[in-house]
């Protein structure tokens, strides 16, 4: 089972044939990030319990077998994912859960109630494992600029490179606050050498995300990382968050977004 001191990349497990998926993709990540790979399963009743158990044994088996160098662990939660995200980040000391686009509605609901960072994925393209070049939409809102932390993770372990796609305000107000947002992760990413562009988006700030997914393969991204929603009303309850929209239309894109509610879980070097 899982050992609880090391920083985990948390990978949900269902069984189901787009697992292969999430795996590939929690493998990537957690050779890429230095951090051990956990197979995390969620169950109801003991007799659930007893047959998750044996599945990710073998499953855990497996990657062992075609990964040797990679720390794999196993984890077993009773109920619901968004019930142990406290346990997650706290007690197993998960700093990314990797889950398939497919699995957004429960995904994003746990989301909410998260410090550590979700990445959702979709298919196990190549040319999408790689994690080489990180794209950041750039908003006017104080959380946007938090997106920095997780672009230096892939800076720092992968040297990867950044490129901010900032929007174009015509407020003044929202403009000020968008290029201190700008500002700060220049300084920030140059302060730890990490590679980063700069790029004039044509969106304002409420259509930023979805001009750089329209350019993701123009700009050869192979992740999106942005913040989540820092308010949620009844009626985003109700029509979908923007980031369901994000990341329903990402295709093989992966998705990675932070909690702006929620003080960030950071890595260890």
């Known amino acids: 089972m899982s050992n609880i001191s090391e920083q985990k990349i948390v990978v949900l497990c269902d069984f189901s044939e ?5 795996i590939v993709h929690g493998v990537s990540l957690a050779s890429i990030l230095n951090k051990e790979l ?25 990657i062992k077998q075609n990964v040797p160098k990679l720390r794999v662990s196993s984890l ?9 995200m406290e346990k997650l980040a706290w007690e197993y000391d998960a700093v990314l859960v990797v889950l398939h686009q497919m699995d957004i509605k429960f995904g994003l609901n746990a989301f909410r109630e998260s410090s550590i960072a979700f990445v959702f994925v979709k298919g196990d393209s190549p040319n999408f494992l790689t994690y080489k070049n990180v794209l950041v939409p750039l908003d006017y809102r104080k959380a946007s600029k ?31 606050s968008l290029m201190k947002n700008l500002n700060f992760i220049k300084k920030f990413l140059s302060n730890l050498n990490v590679a980063c562009q700069v790029i004039a988006g044509k969106s304002s700030s409420w259509g930023i995300c979805n001009e750089t ?15 989540g929603s820092a308010y949620v009303s009844m009626i985003d309850l109700l029509i979908g968050l923007p980031e369901k929209r994000i990341i329903q239309k990402a295709g093989e894109l992966p998705i990675l977004i932070i909690n702006p509610r929620k003080e960030i879980c950071v890595m260890c070097d």
């Open 76 to 84: 077993l939660l009773k109920n619901s994912l968004r019930d142990n």
């Open 18 to 22: 787009r697992m292969k998926e999430v």
């Open 146 to 176: 938090e997106t920095a932390l997780w672009a230096s993770f892939f800076g720092r372990f992968n040297c990867s490179q950044v490129q901010v796609i900032y929007a174009c305000e015509t407020d003044k107000d929202h403009t000020v």
């Open 213 to 227: 997914l329209t350019n993701a393969i123009k700009l050869k991204g192979d992740v999106m990382v942005f913040a």
């Open 38 to 62: 956990c197979l995390t399963a969620i169950w109801k009743n003991k007799d659930q319990k007893i047959v998750l158990q044996e599945k990710l044994i073998k499953a855990t088996q497996a």
